[in-house]
């Protein structure tokens, strides 16, 4: 952390702080949409981070500043009702307060400061970076003994039930819970994990296709609505529950689109199973197979990509060829792509990318080359 960023806090606040929360964005390596369904994903930590300085108040006033949006900031009373206001991001800061009043917490007054580099609206999950980080600041502001776990299903609450988005417990998780160099494989019903080594000579190259997201929220909620209803008429309770044979059996009494979603959610469950052996395998083949059928799912079964994305995997598999598995990774209707592959063919994304992907789209994307990173931290300053 940078001694800026703690000569900037003390600036705005007149004040040292007294510590400093730290939680990364994700890419998902596979399971896309299966966690609201209560199945599997499977996904790693990034090596880009929200940081959070902050330190108590005595007013019950949390003030918060964030240096990706200099010159606003938001500030609110924890003794009135805890309300939307005027800061779009700063509604986050007021969404995780609220969930955890709501839970009977009593929260201490704070001063925040927030800095990042994961790359907002990207797919990479910026906001439950911000989610975790902020749990982890107030946790340890008010003696609140939330273990990481806790944490996390807040920041969900605080998307479900303050920012009006229906996200399932992924993000969340993998950020509070992440091991360095690992993928973890998270069970979504029983919230299990187990922390999968990603091989040392396998890199995470992360395309960010830059296309502009539009109406994702509800594009999103109503695939999740969708998916509710198909295991309503298989009489499930999610779709954790059903099989591709149950399915089949209810195939007339679903419509067409219902039909595709589940079929997405019900395969994609068992490539995420699938992939953690060929990734305990090193077997690039099997990868390569089982990245490019959820690809292929995600794009006709649950309808969630955009030619940007979908052409974006086609320049980069066929870059890679046999040394590389490639899909759309995250929410998305844009976003980013993530391709797995040597270190020593990393070059081979970042050429063909320039060379095709503006010429064909007319946008300009972002390579970002990851390792797998470290879930909160919270640090107290002495
Ligand atoms: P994603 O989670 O895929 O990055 P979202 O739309 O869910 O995209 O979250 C992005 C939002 O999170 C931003 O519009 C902003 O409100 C908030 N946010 C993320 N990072 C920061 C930050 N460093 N400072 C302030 N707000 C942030
Ligand atoms: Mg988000």
Redesign the pocket.
């Known amino acids: 952390m940078s001694q800026t960023f703690i000569a900037t806090f003390q600036q705005i606040y007149a004040h040292k702080p007294d510590g400093l929360a730290s939680a990364p ?1 994700r890419v998902n390596l596979i399971g896309e949409f299966t966690d609201y369904n209560l199945g599997y994903v499977f996904p790693a930590a990034l090596n880009f981070r ?1 940081q959070v300085l902050f330190r108590a108040r005595t007013d019950q006033q949390i003030v918060v500043h ?1 240096q ?2 200099p010159g606003e900031s938001d500030s609110f009373s924890l003794q009135a009702p805890i309300e939307p206001g005027p800061s ?2 700063g ?2 800061i007021r969404a995780m307060a609220y969930v955890l009043q709501q839970a009977g917490f009593t929260l201490c007054g704070a001063d925040l400061l ?3 580099d ?13 989610e975790v980080a902020i749990g982890g600041a107030l946790n340890q502001l008010s003696g609140l003994a939330l273990t990481p776990a806790q944490i996390a299903l807040f920041g969900q609450q605080a998307e479900n039930q303050f920012m009006n ?1 229906q996200c399932g417990i992924m ?1 969340q998780m993998i950020s509070a819970q992440a091991t360095a160099g690992h993928a973890l494989l998270l069970d979504c019903e029983t919230l299990a994990t187990r922390a999968v080594p990603i091989p040392a000579d396998l890199a995470l190259v992360i395309v960010n296709s830059n296309y502009p997201r539009k109406l ?1 929220d509800s594009e999103y909620n109503g695939r999740r609505q969708d998916c509710e209803q198909a295991a309503a008429i298989m009489k499930v309770a999610t779709l954790r529950d059903a099989t591709m044979d149950l399915l089949l059996q209810h195939q007339n009494a679903m419509t067409a689109q219902q039909f595709k979603r589940a079929h997405h959610v019900i395969s994609e469950n068992a490539r995420v199973l699938a992939t953690v052996d060929a990734l305990q395998n090193s077997d690039m083949a099997q990868l390569r197979q089982l990245m490019q059928a959820s690809h292929q799912s995600l794009r006709d079964d649950f309808e969630v990509t955009v030619p940007a994305t979908d052409g974006l995997v086609e320049i980069c598999q066929a870059a890679l060829g046999a040394n590389g598995a490639v899909r759309m990774t ?2 998305g209707f844009g ?1 980013a792509i993530i391709c797995l592959c040597a270190e020593q063919d990393v070059a081979l994304v970042e050429q063909a990318v320039a060379a095709h992907y503006q010429a064909r789209f007319g946008l300009t994307a972002d390579v970002y080359i990851c390792q797998a990173g470290t879930g909160l931290t919270v640090q107290v300053f002495s």
């Open positions: 964005g929200t964030s990706n949006y779009q991001w509604n986050y927030i800095d990042s994961v790359p907002q609206g990207a797919g990479l999950s910026s906001s439950a970076a911000l988005c993000d994702v995250g929410g976003g």
